[in-house]
C-alpha cells in the first residue's frame, strides 16, 4: 500500500513540477523536503528512462516525454480525485474543488466575468482554469480533464449532453461617428466599406458561408486571430466587423460602437453548456451547470 501511495504522489509531483517548473516550488505544495522530491523525480527518471525536465534559465522545461505524458498523467489524478471525494452533497460555501471550462475567445470577454464574479460571491473555495474550445474539447469532457464546455460546438458526439442558453445572430459593429455609416447600414455600403476579419469563433463557418451564398466579396484590411483589441481597433478606425451579438454588444458597450443589424441573412446559432453523460449526478457539477444556466438563460428572449 505505501508504494501505491507513492506511485500516486510522484504523479503530483509530476504535475506540479511542470506547473511550476521548480523542485523547490513544487516540494513545498506537497509538504516534502526538497531532497524527497529530487529522489521522487529521480525514480520517475529512471522508471520512465527519460530525464523529463531539464535545467534551465527559466526553470525546469519538460522534454517531449513529459510534454506527452502530462495529459494521461493528469486523467489519472482526476479520475483518483472523482473516485475519492465524490460528494454525497455539495455546499459551495464551503466546498474546495477546481472547475475546468473549456470556452471560445469571444467567451473570455462575454461570459467568464460573470461565472467568475459568481464564483467569488458563493463559492469562494472553488479555483476556475479556463481553457480554449478545439478539436481535443471532447476527449477533454470524456475523460474529466474538463468538466463543461460553454459555445456553440456542434461536432461534440452523442455521449456529450447539451443545454441551450440562449440564442445568437449576427451585428456589425462601426465607430459611432463613422463618416459614412449613419443609422442604417445597407448592404452597398457594407461592401463600399472596408472590414476586419475575426479568425476565433466557433460559428465562423456560418458568416462564411452566407458571404458565399449572397455573393458578397469584402474588402478585408485586418485580420486578427482573436478578439484581444478588436474594440479599440473599431473605434479608431472607419473599418467595419461582422461578429455575434453578444460579442458585439459586450465590445460596443465597452468601447462605444454603434451597433448595427447585419444587412444580409446569416444563419443563427444556439450557445449551449455542454458536458459527458457519465457525469450527470456529481453534485458539484450539478451546481456548476445549475448557475451558469442560471447566469445565462436570461438571455433567453423566449
Sequence with gaps: MESEY??????QLF???????????AATRLGLSQSTASIWLGQLRDRLNDPL???????MAPTPRADSLIGPCREILESLRRFTDWEVSFDPTTAQRRFRICMTDASHITLLPAV???VR???PGIQLVAARIDQHTEHA???GEADLAIGYVPWLGDNIRGQELYPQDWVCLADRNHPRVGDRLDVDRYLAEGHVAVAAGT???????????????????????GFLGLGVVIRTTDLLVTLPRHIGETLAT?????VHDCPFPVDGFAVAQHWHRRYPQDPGMRWLRGFVAGLFGRLNPG
Design 203 to 225: 460559428g465562423g463557418h456560418l458568416l462564411q458561408q452566407a458571404l458565399a451564398r449572397e455573393r458578397i466579396d469584402r474588402r478585408i484590411v485586418l485580420e486578427l486571430s
Design 141 to 143: 469532457l470524456q475523460t
Design 254 to 258: 465597452t468601447n462605444g460602437l454603434a
Design 116 to 118: 467568475l464574479a459568481h
Design 6 to 11: 507513492a506511485d500516486v504522489r510522484h504523479l
Design 15 to 25: 504535475d506540479l513540477l511542470y506547473q511550476l517548473r521548480s523542485v523547490t516550488r
Design 53 to 59: 525536465f531539464v535545467r534551465t534559465p527559466g526553470g
Design 121 to 123: 460571491a458563493y463559492a
